[in-house]
């Protein structure tokens, strides 16, 4: 199945980045479930004396339907997942994508090549009489004896629950609500949902927002400050320094830390004020997650607390962004036409902001504007002395910026030489009082006479978003004490307070938006996938009460979800739990879908209901036990973060992607371990009540039959009453 399904990832063009892998890895306990099944039906007809061949045969086309019925259970589930939109859909897409080649290749290995194996390599461990198929099938249909350790208390535990069917479903019903409730005091009211999982991050960022204007020697000075506080070379000196103390590999006396950098521009050019690092940026990367001897949360908090006291910036930590861009807990856009009524607005969110519980991390980029030196020129002035404002403006830029006028050859390279005021006279503004400008008649005419020199500020970076002028808030949330959507409905509240001018509006954006368009998304795509299945189930049982036992199974598998959610103190993602939720319902169907199929052939064949049940339920717990066991051990590693590592031939007992999926692991495997014992124990139960319903139904509705027949011939005078 392997095999055949990498090959057509291959022709697909699909990688095998993370999210294949885990597919992979997902799928690996979910591809033999079809195989289970034909094998072990292959071998309970050997066990009755039937031939290799004719067993593989008769076993595969008895369950051919029923497992390609659930097959396509599981596909119709994960088929909605293929039009995920967004940047969200772009990163879980290769999720859906390649569960379906790997399951459908595992139907085509199941239904062609495993029977084929069975024919010639399987042999039943008691010796038997053999016969043939159709003699078997003359004689009946024969479950499995009820016989063993682990089929006689199954059996009766079976029979006993038929004999209280509404108290059996009472309880599933109870603890289903009952577990809901305790993973909801486990995990708290205040920390019920998160967007996507949080990641530890492998290195931070420390940006700096400088005065506008600042010097590169101010930058410096002020990156040197943020170096030495991380890295712990001026801790016992009481005062900052300039001076290079930080160790060229930039080790720190902080645990985990493996490196540190900075970066300083005096020109920060173009881009977004919100890229993942600023221009002026000191960098710290964290060791491997296995070296690491505490959370790497820990290590931030520290550094935050000694990058407080740092004055002459705004500082600012941003961790790594891992998984899809999704934006910040908290990003609220202000639009409007005035600039400085944006930067006021501004000011007072973000004031709001710092009285909020756990945020941090508090920017805007609003820019107030660049102090500038601003050169007025009298027209009539300069007019007098053969002047204009382009030849006087020409004149300050080649000051400023030099003129090239010859240059040099040294060995293969040519140099420029260039005429510019010196350095010490750049960086001052009063040359410009003493600055003489050549006329063209032949004069010098000092700038004073011809311009007046103040000071001013230019306009700062306009930002638009949907042709608005936009002003954009962004704040960090602690989120391993409170979860972010819980702060942003804190911080909606208190903005909501706020009275805005006519014309000025303010909404929250970045991952609340995300947020909110894969919550929608998922949630139809749960009900798609529920009307799916039940289209599919009605199709093959050509009934509506079978279907609704095996759908009710689905829901009440939620409460080993929320149990595993519980156990593991964990709250309900929006992204790997939803899609846990979703792949479980398919997953749960598969072995409902055989059991009841099974139930139906030994009714065709002359077994009462009672009998029916149980022994269809006996026969199917083999095989409903080793699709479960092969399903929860393939997503344990997952769970656990346990596994080998086969670059360095040891064994990896913490790792990175189980952080990214363990949520989604603990959903399905907890999930299907109570969804096994449902398919064991409750679908039995509800479709032997159904049933007997019904026929009890039909008995009262001959019996009212033949008695309104009764008292029609004796009102009619054909009988006597």
């Not at 991380?230 to 830390?257: H, I, M, Y």
């Amino acid at each position: 199945s392997m095999l055949l399904s990498f090959s057509i990832l291959y022709l697909l063009g699909i990688t095998l980045n993370m999210v294949v892998l885990f597919s992979l890895t997902l799928a690996l306990g979910m591809l033999v479930d079809n195989a289970i099944v034909i094998v072990e039906n292959s071998y309970r007809f050997m066990e009755q004396g039937v031939g290799r061949v004719e067993a593989a045969m008769k076993a595969t086309s008895e369950v051919a339907m029923p497992v390609i019925g659930s097959t396509l259970t599981t596909l119709a589930v994960f088929s909605p997942m293929l039009f995920w939109p967004g940047i969200m859909g772009e990163f879980m897409g290769y999720l859906p994508l390649t569960l379906i080649v790997t399951l459908s290749s595992s139907l085509f290995v199941a239904l062609v090549i495993n029977p084929a194996l069975a024919s010639l390599f399987m042999k039943s461990a008691q010796k038997v009489k053999t016969v043939s198929s159709a003699e078997v099938e003359e004689a009946g249909e024969q479950p499995v004896t009820i016989q063993g350790p682990l089929l006689r208390p199954y059996a009766a535990l079976l029979r006993f629950c038929l004999g209280h069917p509404f108290a059996l479903i009472a309880a599933a019903v109870f603890l289903l609500v009952v577990m809901i409730q305790g993973w909801l005091l486990a995990v708290g009211i205040e920390k019920p949902v998160e967007f996507f999982p949080d990641i530890e991050p492998k290195g931070i960022y420390v940006n700096t927002d400088m005065p506008e204007g600042a010097g590169l020697n101010y930058i410096d000075g002020i990156l040197r400050q943020i170096e030495e506080a991380v890295a712990g070379t001026d801790k016992d000196r009481g005062e900052k320094s300039f001076a290079p103390t930080v160790p060229a590999s930039g080790s720190s006396d902080l645990q985990n830390v493996k490196t540190i950098y900075s970066k300083a521009v005096s020109s920060t050019g173009g881009g977004s004020a919100f890229d993942p690092n600023t221009p002026n940026h000191v960098g710290i990367r964290f060791l491997d997650l296995e070296d690491r001897s505490r959370s790497t949360y820990e290590t931030v908090e520290d550094i935050r607390k000694r990058l407080k006291d740092i004055a002459g910036a705004k500082v600012t930590v941003a961790m790594e962004a891992a998984g899809p861009p999704t934006g910040a807990a908290i990003n609220i856009e202000i639009s409007g036409d005035n600039f400085t009524v944006l930067g006021s607005i501004a000011k007072e969110i973000r004031a709001v902001l710092e009285k909020t519980p756990h945020v941090e991390d508090i920017r805007d980029d609003f820019v107030e504007g660049t102090p500038s030196v601003r050169i007025k020129i009298d027209r009539q002035k300069a007019a007098l002395f053969g002047l204009s404002t382009a030849a006087i403006g020409s004149a300050i830029k080649t000051s400023y910026n030099g003129l090239p006028i010859s240059s040099f050859r040294e060995g293969n390279e040519d140099y420029d030489i260039t005429v510019q005021l010196p350095e010490e006279y750049r960086r001052v503004d009063n040359v410009l009082r003493e600055f003489m400008i050549p006329a063209p008649a032949g004069v010098i005419v000092p700038l004073s006479t011809l311009a007046t020199v103040d000071y001013t500020g230019s306009l700062g970076n306009i930002n638009r978003i949907n042709n608005q002028r936009t002003v954009t808030v962004k704040a960090n949330v602690d989120e391993t004490k409170v979860p972010g959507p819980v702060v942003r409905e804190q911080a909606e509240k208190l903005l909501a307070k706020m009275h805005l001018p006519p014309g000025y509006t303010v909404r929250f954006t970045g991952e609340n938006q995300d947020q909110q368009e894969s919550q929608e998304f998922l949630s139809r795509a749960f009900v798609i996938a529920l009307f799916l299945i039940f289209l599919i189930l009605v199709t093959q049982f050509n009934s509506v009460s079978q279907p609704f036992i095996i759908m009710s199974s689905v829901i009440l598998s939620m409460g080993g979800a929320f149990l595993g959610l519980m156990l593991y103190k964990q709250p309900f993602g929006i992204i790997m739990t939803g899609i846990g939720v979703i792949s479980l319902a398919g997953v749960v169907v598969n072995n409902a879908i055989v059991l009841i199929d099974y139930t139906n052939k030994l009714r065709e064949s002359g077994f009462t209901l009672l009998e029916a049940v149980i022994s269809a339920g006996a026969t199917r717990l083999r095989p409903v036990l080793l699709t479960a066991v092969t399903t929860v051990l393939g997503l344990i590693p997952m769970v656990t973060g346990v596994s080998y590592d086969f670059r360095n031939l040891r064994i990896s007992w913490v790792s990175e992607s189980s952080q990214w999926w363990q949520s989604m692991a603990i959903v399905v495997i907890f999930g299907l371990l109570v969804a096994t014992f449902l398919t064991l124990v409750v679908v039995p139960v509800l479709y032997f009540l159904i049933e007997r319903s019904k026929e009890l139904f039909a008995a009262g509705w001959e019996w009212y039959e033949r008695k309104r027949m009764e008292a029609y011939l004796v009102l009619a005078g054909e009988k006597e009453h």
